[in-house]
């Protein structure tokens, strides 16, 4: 069993982090007596459970999928800006979003 100030030099985190991830169960630990407790196998088994294996990398969209929500801002922009005798059209979209109750 190792106490905090062993797990704190093996892991090289702060005491209190310890204090403070064992009172939310956020690590593998023991309560003996008032005393924070760790097995190393725990904590090997803990800490494993942290590696990935594969990331996958962030790519950005291509060009098609945004081609259609430009179609769809353009779209909407014609239908509200498009005036008849100089009146502004208010959009459809906004009534749906008032029925929805997304307004």
């Not at 093996?10 to 939310?24: G, H, M, Q, R, V």
């Not at 259609?68 to 959009?91: F, M, N, P, W």
Request: charged share 25%; aromatic share 8%.
């Amino acid at each position: 069993m190792l106490n905090v100030k062993e797990l704190s030099a093996w892991l090289n985190i702060k005491p209190s982090t310890l204090y403070l991830w064992a009172s939310e169960n956020k690590i593998p630990c023991r309560r003996i007596h008032g005393l924070v407790r760790f097995e190393p196998e725990a904590i090997q088994a803990w800490l494993k459970g942290f590696e990935t294996n594969s990331v996958k990398p962030f790519s950005l969209p291509t060009r098609h999928y945004t081609r259609d929500l430009d179609q769809l801002i353009e779209a909407s922009k014609r239908e509200v800006y498009t005036s008849r005798h100089g009146e502004t059209i208010q959009s459809s979209l906004i009534q749906k979003e008032d029925a929805d109750g997304a307004v």
